[in-house]
């Protein structure tokens, strides 16, 4: 008896992976049948699931950064100052980016990852306003508020990634791969560790988890994937200026991370496919886009406070009662 339950059980759990994952597949495939302006929507939310990916890590090791754009800007800015001053290829100068964003994050975390609350909060926003006005009067070597333009397209062993559907499948499998790395994170000790840490840091700590350093390498994670969002979104748009990064990108990022489901694998796809298509819904109504919009991100944290993610549980819990 036992054992024909527990058979049951696999088979509807095969049966629920089996359906989703069709459901992903066709929703993944769906923008490359729709046109160049869809297809634009589709990029733009990959690239925005990578970043809100980023900023999920330092989340769920009991942080919230609001700072995440400045991180943007230098994997953004990083990419491509150093293939247009060193000659360096895009996937190079993507990686020293990176590398360059997250060096920053190290020292960044050392100093402020052991404040609490809202103290992490302001520094991190400081930081991200420092970083645009830093670009903004670096004039000389960013460009300043006229930014740089003409940025080449990515390429990887010659092949430039130039148009829509070429770059939307680039974005895509990048976005796969963090999902992977994510949760391969989260299903070792260290996810565990972090996970502790966000539920309670004492706790976690009178246990002997060093829970500085466990912060300090989700931030540092984190901020890295931020910069390789930025990177790749520099040479999609062909643009970057310093108020592409801005305290209203930072707060849209973090709306999407919390409509979406914080503490969840599927937290930053949804919120980033739901608030980076909203906008565009609600184009039309030019007068009443923002009350459309507000009243749309009310009704999900009122009704839903554990975000979109938590619809199926809060079905099943209706369903009992």
């Not at 020293?96 to 402020?112: K, N, Q, W």
């Not at 302001?122 to 000389?140: G, K, N, P, Q, Y």
């Not at 999407?256 to 906008?279: D, E, Y």
Request: net charge positive; with cysteine; glycine share 10%.
């Amino acid at each position: 008896m036992v054992d024909s339950s527990r058979a049951l059980v696999c088979k509807r759990t095969n049966y629920y992976g089996f359906t989703w994952a069709i459901l992903l597949l066709g929703l993944a495939v769906w923008p490359l049948f729709m046109g160049p302006y869809v297809l634009h929507i589709a990029v733009l939310i990959c690239l925005n699931i990578l970043i809100v990916n980023g900023l999920s890590i330092i989340e769920r090791s009991g942080q919230l950064s609001f700072g995440h754009s400045a991180f943007v800007a230098l994997g953004a800015y990083g990419s491509v100052l150093l293939s247009s001053t060193f000659g360096l290829g895009s996937i190079l100068a993507s990686l020293l980016g990176i590398m360059v964003a997250a060096l920053v994050a190290l020292v960044l975390g050392a100093v402020i990852l052991r404040l609490r609350g809202v103290y992490f909060v302001l520094v991190t926003f400081a930081f991200a306003e420092l970083t645009r006005l830093a670009l903004l009067d670096w004039s000389d070597i960013t460009g300043g508020a006229n930014g740089i333009s003409a940025i080449p397209a990515f390429e990887v062993l010659g092949f430039a990634f130039d148009t829509r559907t070429s770059f939307y499948v680039l974005a895509l499998c990048v976005v796969v791969l963090s999902m992977i790395l994510i949760h391969q994170i989260f299903k070792h000790p260290l996810g565990e560790a972090l996970t502790a840490v966000s539920k309670n840091a004492g706790l976690a700590e009178s246990t002997g988890l060093n829970v500085y350093r466990l912060q300090l390498i989700a931030f540092v994670m984190g901020c890295a994937l931020a910069a390789l969002g930025g990177a790749l979104m520099a040479r999609y748009i062909g643009f970057v200026s310093p108020e592409s990064f801005n305290l209203s990108i930072s707060v849209a990022l973090i709306t999407m991370l919390v409509i979406g489901g914080r503490g969840s694998l599927w937290g930053p796809l949804i919120g980033a496919i739901v608030l980076t298509s909203l906008p565009e819904i609600f184009r039309g109504a030019l007068q009443t886009q923002h009350i459309f919009y507000g009243v749309a991100l009310i009704l999900i944290i009122r009704f839903l406070p554990g975000g979109l993610v938590s619809i199926p549980s809060w079905f099943k819990k209706h369903k009992k009662v």
